[in-house]
């Protein structure tokens, strides 16, 4: 199979790690869990679980795959042998359902960056979903046909991935990631400056930063940022490690992990401003309070927003326009990375080509990802994202904290292994974080969640 592939440059996989990390969950989770769960008070449950799981465990990841060299079944076969390589295995399966309606929300985005031109947005929220735009059956149970219209953008948003993956590590994702990223931000800031400067923002910021002190003695809030900071990391199902076995023998490690996790919530805080400040305008425009409008996900992106472009004062085609694909170049690079987890995989476990490998990988999950193109593929995708962040990728971070702090006992291994090659020397606050805080964290999580499932 010929030498490892390797990134050019340290810019490059930072670009590159970044890209994978800051996805929609940044642009459309973020800003409403954080309002939901005491606004400016959130900020402190949210810091300390960025610095006591999400930056120790990408310090871990990065070292796993930079240390072992392989995508993640192989890392973890080469650390323990056979009775690891299924958690390799467990999170490249995570990442290959993600992949499948993933790549479908961000075919909606590009259906609605083309809408967006035209500016044929009805008054009715519903409609854009339910109505011409997406079409989507209103009633669960249904599968319908495909819906116009979605089909093309969502073979175009294959076409890219499989474009961008055959090309390799350092031509297709270095490469991609260095354009999206920078135009990424850009997009975002015109947005962000746009939406500031809307009357009624004030309103919208006043409702996101208000801090409300009483929520941080509640643990559903604490709960909510570990949660919160897993998914937005892109940590626990196998992408980072993938991604870090492109490093060269000598890198910095734990450096790259801080810039990578600050990078990530910059961006986010970014993306909260941005949205509070259109909600409050939308509030003030309807005459309602802000909680009305405030809403995540698909409801936010794909009928909220249409709403609040729809009574922009002037230049709204343009700010529908990068809206809609700040989604795409943010979904794109996330979705690349999701992908590649198991293009790596099958390629070193069958000993199949690159190519091969992504022919038969992500060839299999854009047929999957057909289903939900459906007219009921929305209620499929909430059952399936729901399902498998909660019990996939949360449950595989707490099954991998636990063996390698406490069954391998890899972690003073790991911390020689990195502090030679960094600035940044890790000590105490890491070892403690992943031996007990984190596995503390995640283990009330999975009980709370079989709790209200089973309860
Ligand atoms: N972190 C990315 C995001 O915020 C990628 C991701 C996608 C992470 C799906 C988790 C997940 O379940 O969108």
């Not at 809408?115 to 059956?137: E, I, K, M, P, R």
């Not at 015109?190 to 500031?196: E, K, L, Q, T």
């Not at 559903?220 to 076995?245: D, P």
């Amino acid at each position: 199979m010929g030498q490892r592939s390797q990134w050019g440059t340290r810019a490059g996989f930072i670009l590159a790690a970044v890209g994978s990390a800051v996805g929609l969950g940044n642009i459309w989770r973020f800003p409403y869990v954080a309002y939901e769960n005491g606004g400016g008070a959130f900020f402190i449950p949210y810091l300390f679980a960025l610095l006591t799981a999400g930056i120790p465990i990408l310090i871990m990841e990065f070292t796993i795959g930079q240390k072992y060299r392989g995508s993640a079944p192989l890392s973890f076969f080469r650390m323990e042998g056979k009775k690891a390589e299924w958690l390799g295995w467990w999170g490249v399966f995570v990442a290959f359902v993600i992949s499948t309606y993933y790549s479908v929300i961000i075919a909606w985005a590009m259906k609605y960056t083309v809408y967006s031109f035209n500016l044929q947005w009805g008054d009715d929220t519903q409609g854009f979903l339910f109505g011409d735009v997406l079409n989507l059956a209103d009633t669960p149970g249904q599968v319908g046909g495909f819906v116009p219209g979605v089909l093309i953008p969502h073979i175009l948003v294959w076409i890219i991935v499989f474009g961008i993956l055959f090309a390799g590590v350092k031509k297709g994702i270095e490469l991609a990631n260095k354009i999206f990223i920078p135009v990424l931000v850009i997009v975002f800031l015109m947005i962000v400056i746009r939406a500031v400067t809307l009357p009624g923002a004030l309103t919208g910021l006043e409702a996101f930063f208000k801090p409300d002190l009483s929520q941080l003695a509640n643990g559903t809030v604490w709960v909510a940022a570990y949660g919160h900071i897993f998914f937005s990391l892109s940590i626990a199902f196998a992408i980072m490690i993938t991604y870090s076995s492109y490093l060269p023998r000598k890198s910095d490690i734990t450096n790259n992990a801080f810039i990578t996790g600050f990078a990530n919530s910059g961006f986010e805080l970014l993306a909260g401003i941005g949205v509070f400040a259109a909600l409050g305008f939308m509030a003030v425009q309807s005459n309602v309070a802000v909680d009305e409008v405030a809403t995540a996900g698909v409801g936010l992106a794909f009928a909220v927003f249409p709403q609040i472009i729809n009574e922009f004062p002037g230049m709204n085609a343009l700010f529908g326009v990068l809206f809609f694909l700040s989604l795409v170049l943010a979904g794109l690079s996330s979705l690349i990375s999701i992908c590649e987890t198991y293009v790596a995989g099958l390629s070193e476990k069958l000993g199949i080509s690159r190519n091969k490998a992504v022919l038969f990988g992500a060839g299999a999950a854009s047929l999957i990802s057909l289903l939900f193109t459906t007219r009921g593929g929305l209620y499929f995708l909430d059952a399936v994202d729901y399902f498998i962040n909660q019990f996939g990728v949360a449950f595989i971070g707490l099954v991998e904290v636990i063996a390698i702090a406490w069954v391998f006992r890899k972690l003073d291994v790991f911390k020689e292994h990195a502090n030679p090659m960094s600035d940044i020397q890790i000590r105490g606050w890491w070892k403690f974080s992943l031996m007990y805080i984190t596995p503390l964290v995640l283990g009330y999580m999975m009980f709370d969640l079989f709790r209200t499932n089973l309860g």
